[in-house]
Structure formats: C-alpha cells, structure tokens
C-alpha cells in the first residue's frame, strides 16, 4: 500500500488561537499554564486532522518557529541569555524578541530586555526565523524535553508519529557565526548532539525521523557538501530510520550526492523538481523509499489529480511499497481549512485547497493508486470539471491587460535625470534638515481601529461613519509625529488591514478569504490575497486618504504604497502564466497609484519593496532573470515621475549585501532597510559597492518591545556615517509601527528624533 505522510501542518490554529494566546500572555493577561494548554490543545487538534495519514508530523508545532526551537533543543543559547532564571519558555522568548511575558520580568531587573536574535527569511518564503549564533567557542548539549513531551502526547492520543527536526547541515548554514570563525568547524560538536537525540528518539520507539536539510536545493561550495556526505555517515548508526526532506527546489549537482547518503529514505519536491524524479531513481538503492510531494505545500490552488496520476502510476508500479506520497513541503504555508470559507465567490472556491483539503488530495490519490482510479471517480472527476474552469474562466483572462503588456516600453523605467540632478530638486522642494527623521508608514492598530473595521464589516455602521473614524485616527497619527518634531510624515494606515490585501481589495484580479491566515513569524499572522487572474486598477486606492493627512500638517506627508514585487510575492499567485507577466501587469496598475498621487500634489512617495529578495530563486545561477524583471517592475511603477518628486523604498528583514547593486538599479532616491537586528551589518555591503542615492538603516527594532536609547541610535547612525555620506543619511525605524502599542512607539520615537537632532548639533 502507498504510505502517506506529511512534512509539517500550519499550527497558528484555524482561528489564530496561537497568536491571541501567545499575546494575551506576552501582555501579562494570561499565564504560561494557560499558553501551554492552548499550545496542547492545538496540537491535538491538528493530529485529528492528520489522523488518516500513515504517519503524522510531531514537532513541527513551534510557540515562535522551528530553528529557534532547534537552537534550544541542541542548546545553543546566546551568551547573553544563559544567565536568565526562570522558566525556558522565558528565556526562548527573550532570544525571539528581546523580552518575555511582562509578569516574567517582576522578579527583577536581572530579567529585562536583552538585544533579540536577528531574524530573516525562510529560504524563498514570507516565513521568518530566529537566525542561530555561533562562535569558535560554541558547545551543544541536548535538551529533547520540547520534542519527547509533544511525543508523549501523541503516544497518548494515539498518533502514528513522525518525528520533524531540521538536519546538522542546514542549521549551521542558516546561523552566523558572531566572531568570524568557520561555522564548519562546529560540526562535529553538533553531530554528537544530532546522534544523542537520534538514539533518544529510538528508546521511544519511534521508527521515522523526518530530517529536514533545505539547504540540499541551495549551490553548495565542495565544503559544504563534503560536510553533507560527512554528517549523515556520522549518523548512519541511528537505531531510527532517517527519512531526509528536501523541498522547495530542485537538487541539480547535488542530486548524485544526496541519492548517494546513507539514510532510508529521501523526500524530493515533485512540484518544483519533478524533473528530477527519473534522474535520481537511476541512483537510488533498491531498499531506499522515495517520498515524492505531490500536492503543492506552498500555493492554495487544487491539484490536477488526473495529471498527477499520469506520471505517479507508473512510478508506483516501478517502486511499490517503497514509493511514499506527501505535500511538497510543510502545509505550514497555507491556510488550515477552506471550508470555513463562507463568502468567497463559489468559482473561485472551487479552484482552492488549503491544508485540510491537500490532505483529502493525497488520500484520492492513495486510493487511486492502490484500488485503481475507478474506486474514486467521483472525487477525479469533480476535480476535473475545477480544473478546466478554471482554465476557461473568462475572470481569469482580460484581453485589455494582456494587450498593455505586449506594449510594455523600456523608457517607463527611466526618470527623467540621474539622481544628482533629482536630489537637488527635491532639496530646494522639500528643505529637509540633515538625518531627516521618518517613519516606515504604519502606525498602532489601535482597538478602535479595529473595532470600526470590524462594525463596518458587519455593516453595523456606514461608509461615512467608517471615513470619520479612520480620518480620527490619521487625525491622531498626524498630532503624535508634529509633536514628535518628526520631519516627514506618514498618515498612519489606520485604514488598511494589510500592505498587500487593502490593495489587492481593489485591483481586479484578486479574490479574499475570510480565514485564510498563514503565519508569518511569531503571532504575526498574514491573510494573502488570491490573484487568480488579470490585473487592473479601475479606480484610485489610496489618495484621498493621503489628501486629508496632507491638509492636516504643513509638513511633507509621504503616500504610502506597496510594491508589485511584494504584493506579488505576498499573494498566493496564480500558477498558470509566469510569475514575471503577472508582476508586470501589478506595476501598471501601481504607477497608475503613482501618478495620480502625484497629481494629488504628494511629493513624497514610498513604493514599500519588503519582499524583493524573499522572491530571490534559490540558486544563484537563476537570479539575474529574477532580478531583472522584478527591479523592472518596480521601476515601471516609481519612475513616471517628475524629477522633485522623491521616490523612496523600505525593505525588511532579509540579506540584502548580495544583491546591492540590483537594489541601487531600483534608482530610489531614498532606500530605507533593516539594519538594527543585525547591528548595521548591511553595511558591510557598502565597504565594496559606492551606494549611489539616499539611505535610512534602521534604528529602531519594531519587532520588540525594548525601547532604544538616543545613544544607542547615535551609535548605530555613526557607525553607518562611516561608510555613507552623512548628507545621504536618514533616520528611520527599521519596519512599520501597526504591531506596537502608542506606549512603546512614543518613548522610541522620542528617542530617535532626540538622537538625530544629537547628529546634527556635532555635524
């Protein structure tokens, strides 16, 4: 019979309930018993969902995410969180985002705010993890009590478990080493802690490790692979069966390596290397088992079940038992039940499955596969009639946008002068002092905010109502910045729900869902839109609101957008044209946004670019048509401009030392990034490459409640004035201000005016 399994499942839980646990708890409302009973009760949950499945993931539950529970199960803590008392849940909080619950920190100042871990992307998702630290100094030392108590559940409940833990290899390669020594030379130490776990794995009976190394569809210098090769030869003596997960990629030159470890069982991404299928049979070994994943863990479009059997019957004719059936990847990025789903259009719906529905996609194949495809006719054939209307769905396709496109002209890309010509312009425009301070857009969501988001969605109160009591709060936000003595201003976002979703609300092309949240880090959880066809702007999005603002302070106030890159990257994207075309077809409808917000008298515009680099293939050979098209599209949205409006772009939480020179093609006149986590380490990137316009790193981490200190910002600005000119230099948080209170976000804001008028008294 065909095993099915899966890799990992979404666990913020259908109704979010780890996020409102998880922040009831960091706000000292509820108590740690109660967020591990919430955290039990999910897991519970999910298990019964997955009943059905041969063998069911445990441990991929995570209270933040999954490398950082790695980092405590191996015991590799932060210097400067090893002397914390306390519960662990505390200290794992601490290293996350700087502190813990508000009522841990009662017992003493010993238990304050330390720097959090830096965090970053998930290979090429909208995913984030704590990035693991390391030095030459570095010892590991197990600690399985996360892992062996949610298997002890699972034995109790009954589930066929699987345990998930992420590979020696790809843990290394995602952490910094924080003193400039070799990462590699950890190895062997790690191992020691890999085979511990391993062996304490086999006393509890288990017969499956699920082993996680990512890392396999990077390019990989000989180093790295021979350290691949070395590791699981270490572990090769494992009394459990390693079942070792790629995904997200295809293997190609490590495809020979990876057939070649000596482990059980290799899972390969058939959605993204399906290519790789017969190439990597011809090298396996005849005992080993082949999971291939079939069903699409990263997108919420149906399988075509037909077509996957095409090519899956005769592989399980060829391998037999040996062939296992999975999603893709962990389900962890898409939604947990489409049923819940009660006001997207039925056409649309029809197209979806989100996690529960994959699951039920595998089970027909499974079925299908071992019974013949009779014994599910009318599951393949409801599927069928999904699939071919959703190819001929007239929604899908407009002749109007398709034809744009074909025009598409590369002078829509260029501002009218270089940027020299264009930064004196806009200095006589907009006399700016030196370290002009700014924020990245958004400001608190307030409880009211949400209240009459929520009233007006009901319909339990009006249009106009809702315009008055957004315009209150951009009303608020406008007061809090002039008293700030803020120089540009933003007009808050209090009416937008998310910087991707309020735009895709208005473009056609889009679809929404009601419950369709996936986590992005923590409790931070996001509802991507659907782009399921063609796109268009049939009307203006956010002027008027900008307007307002605008007539409420005599000071610049900056429109606010969202980029075509992030907006695509940030969707669930169509599967059916390539992903550059539909991009394409969002900066036209963007500079629209543009330029008619210019039109408005706005003369500072921020086309957010958040998710550039996530969108970045995983090989680097790859990356220049990436880049191309995407710095492309930005472009075609920024730059029908003239030349005293500034044009200015925020991204967030990725590496960007990389790709510098693409983001100087961008031709932003301001940038502003993400540098306080990781303690101004972009800027190492400026030591080789002259960055040639503006630049705000941020000084701010909004991601924690820890206040900075106008020194502290004084320090970090300087430490950039080293490499950037300080006439060039902004100050700025690091991201929007929506997940922070007012009482965190005025003291913080205080303090980095405080520290740019510091600057420029010594200037």
Sequence with gaps: MTIVHNLGFPRIGARRELKFALESYWKGESSRDALQAQGAALRKVHWAAQAGLDFVPVGDFSFYDQVLDMSFTVGNLPERVRGFHGDALDNYFRVARGRSAESAEDHGACCGGVAAGEMTKWFDTNYHYIVPEFTAATEFKLDASRLLGQLGEARDQGVKAKPVIIGPVTYLSLGKAKDDSDK????PRLLAVY???????????????????????TELDEEWRHAVTNAYHELKASRVKILLATYFGTLGENLYLTAKLPVAGLHLDAVNAHAEIEPLLGHLSSHKVLSLGVVNGRNIWKTDLEGVLEWLEPLRERLGDRLWIAPSCSLLHVPVD????????PDVKSWLAFAQQKLGELEVLSTALDHGRDAVGEELAA???????????????????????????????RRK???????????ARLKLPAYPTTTIGSFPQTAEIRHARSEFKAGRLDAAGYRDAMRAEIGRSVREQEALGLDVLVHGEAE????????????????????????SYGSRCVKPPILFGDIARPRPMTVEWIQYAQSLTGKPMKGMLTGPVTILNWSFVRDDQPRSVSCHQLA??????????????????????????????????????YLSWAVESFRITANGVADDTQIHTHMCYSEFNDIIASIADMDADVITIETSRSDMELLDAFDHFKYPNEIGPGVYDI????????????????????????????????????????????????????????????A
């Design 184 to 187: 590699l030379a950890l190895l």
């Design 195 to 217: 085979a511990e776990l391993l062996e304490v794995l086999a006393a509890q009976g288990m017969q499956w490790v699920q082993v996680d190394e990512p890392v396999l569809v």
């Design 338 to 345: 489409l049923e819940s789903e009660r006001k997207l259009e």
């Design 383 to 413: 599927n069928k009639v999904a699939i071919m209307a959703r190819r001929g769905s007239p929604r899908v396709n407009n002749p109007l946008v398709k034809a744009a496109i074909g025009k598409l002209d590369a002078t829509l890309g």
């Design 417 to 427: 002068s270089a940027y020299a010509q264009r930064a004196m312009r806009q200095a």
């Design 496 to 519: 937008r729900n998310d910087m991707v979703e309020y735009f895709g609300e208005q473009l056609e092309g889009y679809a929404f869902s009601q419950f369709g949240w996936v986590q």
């Design 588 to 625: 036209l409808a963007m500079r629209e946004e543009v330029l008619d917000l210019e039109r408005a008298g706005v003369r500072v515009i921020q086309i957010d670019e958040a998710a550039l680099r996530e969108g970045l293939p995983l090989r680097k050979s790859q990356w220049k048509e």
């Design 703 to 762: 991601h924690s409640p820890n206040i900075p200190t106008p020194e502290h910002i004084v320090q970090l600005i300087k430490k950039a004035a080293e490499r950037i000119p300080a006439e060039r230099l902004w100050v700025n948080p690091d991201c929007g201000l929506k997940t922070r209170q007012w009482a965190e976000v005025i003291p913080a804001l205080t303090n980095m005016v405080a520290a740019a008028r510091t600057l420029r008294n010594v």
